[in-house]
């Protein structure tokens, strides 16, 4: 049994007046809810010291632990940086010297595993396949660059459709590293992909900010489906480089994301529970890279994206809706369509003129068109052959090799249900940048821009387009609606089934190139006035219920204890006992099996004689150690409890062993406050704990008992 609510208890300490010690004192705080904490509140808390960066890590590790191979499965993350608490450690120490760097400054952010990190961190950069588990790429990738230069913690790396789902005809959110991801909504719900792990990971907060990627809808799909906001930014907003390398058309995969898709498409943007942390994280990693020579076409002054965060952005604007062959090829459920219609009045109630129909002149070309096909297959199989890599184990070097090693490791890569590599295939036989390949090309851009979207945006003279997010539309994504229970349940891959009950989906505005500004302060000032995201939460079960607090009582003391100090020089004038009554806060301990206490008890017993004997005498009421021991973290028999408490330097220097004490009643004594001895009256014994309590609950049944927390 893991007991995961706090425990205060009054305890009574001996101590002689000459060693105290005393940790400031600070009153109960609120401390924000990692399932929806926002950038702004976890930098306040870090700022005011309520937590720390490494709290932080600390507990999205244990709310990983919880929901990703344990509970619902989730494995929305495939690994976690070993490094990420020191890390933290470091950033925790620059916040007190010289503060923070950014809005990042210790926040800790997961990255979709196509994004490149040092190997000597610890981590793999693998899109899902384990033909380059362990191989070594040569540098960070540039939005990595950025995110470290601004404080920012890389938690770990979250599961994708493997190879961004240029794989072949395989379920949204599967990787051979990653296995099945699923929605948090509703279990086994497809998380549409291909940055699966990146919106579950956001969607109940495992970390508080990730980036996903997109060539063709893979940040905003899965921002859509798991209830977040996501923005796919301009093809060059944002650096695909890992700085070793200069992007251009003959240059191999690993400058660009390490495994990308096509230079022409590929984008890095946030994902994150808002529009306004969105805009945060945009405004960190955007920006020319010499690396990436898409990067440069760029306007010159990268706008702060926050600036554009206006309840009122709406007001005057024009906003188109391009019907023909969108909402065909979406094939809307009754539920989207109502939730899309009733968002129109929405906007048009922010002051917003909607044009309806806005079409774009090219929709049924772009349906039937193959081009984007052609210039992916020839992308893709051009970097595919990662010549840049320091080393690969598995000795993949090309296409034709990760196509073999697939073959060769079906239980790895091929297991039943997830055999398809038809792209990979038809991508390798490819001729290369042939006449066919840049016809393509120049196709695609005119169908897109100057016969598309910046065509449709003319001929109406609007703003911005709007779409439901699911389907061929792009960013920003913000939520719009859920599913209905009613709503019928159908298969959508070997292991997820798509739409289900509670499922999510979203709201699109699209504009011209380099319009984010724009589109983001449309996107906020319409989440502002819906707060759809608030209006249903994950399926219970894939809830993560670790919480700051947890982290906070496991590190500041483990548990209530009572120990009596004798002896010691107590000054020239007089000899008497100092008695301090604290009220102090429980944590949730860690369970250490009876075999393996009773191994380590002795010897830590004599090591805090040993230190006992150089102060002052120690007495220790002991206990027996039952064979429900290994089970048991508390129990209580009148005033007898079975107690845990850590190793916490500076706390009496720590090495405090597992007991069972008495506690006796609590009569008239004095208490240190500050520089100040008083004498206080008797107050009210801790009354029996509810282990199942919420925190109010028992912080309410104890309120005539002062609570403290310390530094």
Partial sequence: MIISRFLPIACVLIQPSWSVTLPKIKRSVALPDLYEASIAELQAGLDAGHFSSVDLVKAYFARIEEVNLNGPALRAVIETNPSAIAIAETLDIE?????????????????????????????????????????????????????????????????????????????????????????????????????????????IGLAAVTLGTETDGSITCPSSRNNIAGIKPTVGLTSRANGKVK???????????????????????????????????????????????????????????????????????????PRQVFFDANDQSTDISAAFEEALVVLRGLGATVVDPADLPSAEEILVSNNETVVLDVDFKARREPQSLISNPSGVRSLADLIAFNNNNPSLEKPSGFMDQSILIESEATNGFDDAYFASLAADRELGGARGIDAALQAHNLDALVLPSDGLTTTPAVPLGFFSDNV??????????????????????LGTAFSEFDLIGFAYAYEQKTQTRLARKAYPAAIPQTQLIDILRHDFLALSFAMKFWGGYLGSEYQKRKVITVTILGVRPRLYKASEFLAQRQQKRDDMAARAERNASIEIIDFECTAEYEE???????????????????LLSGNILRLLVDIPPLETHTEIDGDTIRTIPPAPVPPEINFDDDIEDITEELQEVPIIAFD
């Fill in 247 to 321: 992007c251009s058309l003959l240059i191999l995969n690993s400058s660009l994301l390490v495994i990308p898709i096509s230079e022409h498409q590929d984008t890095v943007g946030p994902m994150t529970r808002s529009i306004t942390d969105a805009a945060i994280v945009l405004s960190i990693i955007a920006g020319p890279d010499p690396n990436d020579n898409f990067t440069l076409a760029q306007p010159q002054v990268v706008p702060n994206f926050t600036q554009a965060l206006k309840k009122n952005a709406l007001k005057g604007k024009r906003i188109g809706v």
């Fill in 95 to 203: 916040r007190k010297t010289t503060g923070p760097r950014s809005a990042l400054h210790g926040i800790p952010v997961l990255l979709k595993d196509n994004i490149a990190t040092i190997a000597s961190e610890g981590m793999n950069t693998t899109a899902g396949s384990f033909s380059l588990l362990g191989s070594v790429v040569p540098d960070d990738a540039g939005v990595v660059k950025r995110l470290r230069k601004a404080g920012a913690i890389i938690l770990g790396k979250a599961n994708l459709s493997e190879f961004a789902e240029f794989r072949g005809n395989l379920a949204n959110g599967w990787s051979g590293r990653g296995g099945q991801s699923t929605n948090a909504y509703f279990p086994n719900a497809d998380p549409c992909g291909s940055s699966s792990g990146s919106g579950i990971s956001t969607s």
């Fill in 488 to 509: 019928t349940v159908e298969r959508a891959g070997p292991e997820t089934v798509y739409p289900a009950p509670g499922v999510p989906f979203g709201l699109s505005f």
């Fill in 632 to 650: 048991l973290w508390y129990e209580r028999e009148g005033r007898s409890l079975y107690l845990k408490v850590i190793d916490r330097p500076g």
